[in-house]
C-alpha cells in the first residue's frame, strides 16, 4: 500500500502550491521517501516540489504525452517511494478542452484520491454548496478530504467542519493566514532564487501546516494499492554527444525531456553565463528560462556567444527553446528599451517592451510528424526575418497561429517548449 493523492483546488490563488510545498517538506521531515509530481506543463513548480522534497518532481501531462505514458512515468517514479503527492493546475475540472488535461482527468487516470484546498477568506457555512458540487460533479473521482487555507480563527473553521460534515467530505485541517510563509513570484507561477531565504520559508510552511492540519489522518485516507510497474532494461541508442545550457539564466526543462536526451548519448551540462568555451558536443539544447533577468552577464561573454554563433554557422545542431531562442537572437530588448547584444545567429530581437503575456497548449504539425509543447512569455519577437518554414502550430483547440517554429541551418528554434519525454525530437527533426 502506498498514500498517494492529488492536491487540487476550485481554482488558482487557493493556495494549493504552498500547502504542497509544506506538505512535502514535511513528509520528507518524517523521513518518507515522498516523490512528488505536477499536472500540467509548469516546470517552476517542479522546482519547488524538488526543493522542498529532496527528489525530482515529475510532470504528469495528457494533452503533451498519451494516458499511457503518464501511467507508465508515475508508476516508475512511485515505484519506490514512501509517498506520492501530485499538485494539481488550476481549477480541478480545469482543462485544455473542457476536463481534458485536468487535474480530475489525472486523479481519475492514477486511481488516486483528491484533497481539496479550500480558499476560506471571506466565506463560512456557505462553502457547503461548493463542496457538495465538487463531490458529487464528476463521479470518476473520489475526494478523500479538504484542507480549509487562509481560515482566521478556530471559530472560523469550526464553519468548514460543520459543512464538511453535512456534505460527507471530511475536514483535515486548515492552514490560519500567514504572511510570513508567502513565496515570491516572478513570471509563471513561483521562482526560487537564494535571495529568497526559500529553506527558511519552506521550514516554516512545513511547521504552519504541522499546527492545524492533520497529516497523519490525511496519509491514513489516501492509502491504495501501489501501481504496478514493470522496469524496462534501456540502452543508448547512439553515441551523441549532448551539450545542455544550465545556470541561472537557462533551467526551464522536462525531466522526462532530459532522460530522453541521456537514451541518445551523453550530457556535458554548459553555463552560457559563466563558462567561455562550448564543450565538444555533436548537439546543444539550449532550454527556456530567465534570460532577462541575466542580460549583461549574457551579454558581456562576448567568448560564448561568438562560440554559439560560429557553432551554428558551422552547421551545428542546436534545439532553442523560449529563453534559448532569445539568446540566438541579435538581441534582448529590455524594459526600458535598452539593446543587449547576444549571440547574433537569428535575424530578430527578443523585447521585454510592452509585456503582453502569450501562453496556452501547442500542437507542431510539419511534414509527417506532430509534437507538442507549451508557450508561455512576456516577450515578443521584433524586427524579425525570419519564418516557420512550413511547420504549423496550432492550440488545443486546433486554431491556426502565428507562433514560428524557425529552422535555420540545423538550428530548430521557436518560444514553444517542447515536451519529447514520449517522443524524442532529437529523431524528428535531426535523425530522419
Given at each position: 500500500?502506498?498514500?498517494q493523492f492529488l492536491i487540487a483546488a476550485p481554482?488558482?490563488?487557493?493556495?494549493?502550491?504552498?500547502?504542497?510545498?509544506?506538505?512535502?517538506?514535511?513528509?520528507?521531515?518524517?523521513?518518507?521517501?515522498?516523490?512528488?509530481?505536477?499536472?500540467?506543463?509548469?516546470?517552476?513548480?517542479?522546482?519547488?516540489?524538488?526543493?522542498?522534497?529532496?527528489?525530482?518532481?515529475?510532470?504528469?501531462?495528457?494533452?503533451?504525452?498519451?494516458?499511457?505514458?503518464?501511467?507508465?512515468?508515475?508508476?516508475?517514479?512511485?515505484?519506490?517511494?514512501?509517498?506520492?503527492?501530485?499538485?494539481?493546475?488550476?481549477?480541478?475540472?480545469?482543462?485544455?478542452?473542457?476536463?481534458?488535461?485536468?487535474?480530475?482527468?489525472?486523479?481519475?487516470?492514477?486511481?488516486?484520491?483528491?484533497?481539496?484546498?479550500?480558499?476560506?477568506?471571506?466565506?463560512?457555512?456557505?462553502?457547503?454548496?461548493?463542496?457538495?458540487?465538487?463531490?458529487?460533479?464528476?463521479?470518476?473521482?473520489?475526494?478523500?478530504?479538504?484542507?480549509?487555507?487562509?481560515?482566521?480563527?478556530?471559530?472560523?473553521?469550526?464553519?468548514?467542519?460543520?459543512?464538511?460534515?453535512?456534505?460527507?467530505?471530511?475536514?483535515?485541517?486548515?492552514?490560519?493566514?500567514?504572511?510570513?510563509?508567502?513565496?515570491?513570484?516572478?513570471?509563471?507561477?513561483?521562482?526560487?532564487?537564494?535571495?529568497?531565504?526559500?529553506?527558511?520559508?519552506?521550514?516554516?510552511?512545513?511547521?504552519?501546516?504541522?499546527?492545524?492540519?492533520?497529516?497523519?489522518?490525511?496519509?491514513?485516507?489516501?492509502?491504495?494499492?501501489?501501481?504496478?510497474?514493470?522496469?524496462?532494461?534501456?540502452?543508448?541508442?547512439?553515441?551523441?554527444?549532448?551539450?545542455?545550457?544550465?545556470?541561472?539564466?537557462?533551467?526551464?526543462?522536462?525531466?522526462?525531456?532530459?532522460?530522453?536526451?541521456?537514451?541518445?548519448?551523453?550530457?556535458?551540462?554548459?553555463?552560457?553565463?559563466?563558462?567561455?568555451?562550448?564543450?565538444?558536443?555533436?548537439?546543444?539544447?539550449?532550454?527556456?528560462?530567465?534570460?532577462?533577468?541575466?542580460?549583461?552577464?549574457?551579454?558581456?561573454?562576448?567568448?560564448?556567444?561568438?562560440?554559439?554563433?560560429?557553432?551554428?554557422?558551422?552547421?551545428?545542431?542546436?534545439?532553442?527553446?523560449?529563453?534559448?531562442?532569445?539568446?540566438?537572437?541579435?538581441?534582448?530588448?529590455d524594459k526600458d528599451g535598452k539593446k543587449h547584444p547576444?549571440?547574433?545567429?537569428?535575424?530578430?530581437?527578443?523585447?521585454?517592451?510592452?509585456?503582453?503575456?502569450?501562453?496556452?497548449?501547442?500542437?507542431?504539425?510539419?511534414?509527417?510528424?506532430?509534437?507538442?509543447?507549451?508557450?508561455?512569455?512576456?516577450?515578443?519577437?521584433?524586427?524579425?526575418?525570419?519564418?516557420?518554414?512550413?511547420?504549423?502550430?496550432?492550440?488545443?483547440?486546433?486554431?491556426?497561429?502565428?507562433?514560428?517554429?524557425?529552422?535555420?541551418?540545423?538550428?530548430?528554434?521557436?518560444?514553444?517548449?517542447?515536451?519529447?519525454?514520449?517522443?524524442?525530437?532529437?529523431?524528428?527533426?535531426?535523425?530522419?
Open positions: 500500500m502506498l498514500p481554482s488558482s490563488g487557493s493556495g494549493k502550491t504552498t500547502i504542497t510545498q509544506g506538505l512535502l517538506r514535511s513528509l520528507r521531515n518524517k523521513g518518507l521517501k515522498v516523490q512528488p509530481f505536477k499536472c500540467g506543463p509548469d516546470y517552476i513548480d517542479t522546482k519547488h516540489h524538488e526543493w522542498a522534497s529532496g527528489n525530482i518532481s515529475i510532470n504528469l501531462d495528457t494533452f503533451m504525452s498519451s494516458k499511457s505514458h503518464v501511467k507508465e512515468i508515475y508508476a516508475r517514479y512511485s515505484a519506490e517511494a514512501d509517498a506520492s503527492v501530485v499538485e494539481g493546475v488550476m481549477g480541478l475540472f480545469d482543462g485544455a478542452n473542457r476536463m481534458e488535461g485536468s487535474s480530475a482527468q489525472i486523479a481519475e487516470l492514477l486511481d488516486i484520491p483528491i484533497i481539496l484546498v479550500v480558499n476560506a477568506k471571506a466565506t463560512a457555512y456557505s462553502v457547503a454548496p461548493l463542496l457538495y458540487g465538487y463531490k458529487h460533479f464528476y463521479p470518476g473521482i473520489k475526494i478523500a478530504g479538504a484542507i480549509f487555507n487562509f481560515v482566521n480563527s478556530e471559530s472560523h473553521y469550526q464553519f468548514m467542519k460543520d459543512a464538511c460534515e453535512d456534505v460527507g467530505i471530511e475536514a483535515l485541517g486548515y492552514v490560519p493566514r500567514n504572511e510570513k510563509i508567502n513565496l515570491p513570484e516572478r513570471h509563471l507561477g513561483l521562482q526560487i532564487s537564494a535571495e529568497d531565504n526559500y529553506e527558511e520559508t519552506i521550514n516554516a510552511m512545513a511547521e504552519h501546516l504541522e499546527k492545524t492540519v492533520d497529516i497523519d489522518r490525511l496519509l491514513e485516507r489516501c492509502q491504495s494499492d501501489r501501481p504496478e510497474f514493470k522496469p524496462k532494461s534501456i540502452e543508448k541508442s547512439s553515441n551523441l554527444r549532448i551539450g545542455v545550457a544550465k545556470d541561472e539564466a537557462f533551467n526551464f526543462t522536462y525531466h522526462e525531456n532530459l532522460k530522453a536526451l541521456s537514451e541518445l548519448g551523453d550530457i556535458t551540462y554548459f553555463s552560457p553565463i559563466k563558462d567561455t568555451a562550448l564543450p565538444d558536443v555533436d548537439f546543444i539544447y539550449l532550454a527556456g528560462g530567465y534570460p532577462e533577468l541575466y542580460l549583461d552577464q549574457l551579454s558581456e561573454n562576448t567568448e560564448m556567444r561568438k562560440a554559439i554563433f560560429e557553432y551554428a554557422q558551422s552547421g551545428g545542431k542546436i534545439l532553442a527553446e523560449c529563453g534559448g531562442m532569445m539568446y540566438l537572437s541579435q538581441h534582448i530588448i547576444m549571440v547574433g545567429f537569428l535575424n530578430q530581437d527578443a523585447s521585454m517592451e510592452n509585456m503582453k503575456l502569450k501562453l496556452g497548449y501547442r500542437k507542431i504539425s510539419f511534414e509527417k510528424e506532430t509534437l507538442f509543447g507549451h508557450e508561455f512569455h512576456y516577450s515578443q519577437l521584433v524586427n524579425s526575418k525570419e519564418e516557420s518554414d512550413g511547420i504549423n502550430v496550432f492550440s488545443a483547440r486546433d486554431k491556426q497561429l502565428d507562433t514560428q517554429v524557425i529552422r535555420k541551418k540545423n538550428v530548430l528554434a521557436s518560444y514553444i517548449h517542447f515536451y519529447w519525454g514520449e517522443k524524442n525530437i532529437y529523431n524528428s527533426f535531426w535523425n530522419k
